[in-house]
């Protein structure tokens, strides 16, 4: 079977920390996602690599960097966290074109 | 602007009944449609997937059609049961898109009544 790890379920920091959200994948795929969810706007796509240190901004990349120094490891990175960045954050990774998506289990993130 | 709109928001049917969820989308480049499901405290699973070049696809009590001139998709779920009650997510991506990335939906929670 196919495993997304994330490395925490729930994370509370303060304002203004910076937010580290790891992900691990073990089934050697290319590409990999940071989607955050939010009510009634599903999940809105963060960041996306297709190689290793290779990046693309996604629809929302403003407030986060991501990094990729391995081919089974993606990283978030919030910058400086704030308020609006409260939300829960879904890490994915897909073998190939327009094929089946597979999620981690999510880090509910909340900034105080 | 979401590129992929989903309607509705949420959805209460009774058990034995059908829910329907609609996804429409701008992007003609979009080649790929799948379906996901969400339980509470899980990430999203595929549920099931289409292509463009067919207009219904069965799984079981799970459903999609699909009407590329109008550019719209929808989910039917019959016969639901109290264990379908999840969000789902309709997506799109294209294989020509940097990175094969999957476009969502806004999400759809659905409540089957015992």
């Known amino acids: 079977d196919v495993k997304v790890t994330q490395s925490s379920r729930y994370l509370v920091k303060r304002t203004g920390e910076k937010v580290f959200l790891e992900c691990v994948q073990d089934?050697?795929?290319?590409?990999m996602f940071w989607y955050r969810q939010d009510p009634g706007l599903g999940l809105r796509l963060i960041y996306f690599?297709?190689?290793?240190?290779?990046?693309e901004k996604g629809d929302i990349p403003e407030g986060y960097s991501v990094s990729r120094e391995k081919k089974e490891r993606f990283s978030l990175i919030l910058e400086s966290a704030s308020t609006n960045q409260t939300s829960m954050y879904l890490c994915?990774?897909?073998?190939?074109?327009?094929?089946?998506?597979?999620f981690g289990q999510g880090t509910r993130l909340t900034v105080v | 602007q979401q590129q992929v709109k989903q309607s509705p928001q949420s959805l209460i049917v009774q058990k034995g009944g059908i829910s329907i969820i609609n996804c429409a989308y701008e992007?003609?480049?979009?080649?790929?449609f799948p379906w996901y499901q969400q339980f509470p405290g899980k990430g999203p699973a595929l549920l099931i997937a289409i292509r463009p070049d067919v207009s219904e696809k069965k799984e079981g009590r799970f459903t999609i059609s699909f009407n590329k001139s109008a550019k719209q998709f929808s989910l039917h779920i019959m016969d639901s049961q109290p264990g379908d009650s999840a969000t789902y997510f309709c997506?799109?991506?294209?294989?020509?898109?940097?990175?094969?990335?999957?476009?969502f939906g806004g999400g759809t929670r659905v409540l089957v009544k015992p």
């Open positions: 994915a990774s897909i073998p190939g074109p327009n094929t089946e998506a597979f």
């Open positions: 992007n003609t480049a979009f080649d790929y």
């Open positions: 089934m050697d795929h290319e590409n």
């Open positions: 690599s297709y190689d290793v240190k290779m990046k």
């Open positions: 997506a799109a991506s294209s294989i020509k898109a940097a990175g094969n990335k999957l476009t």
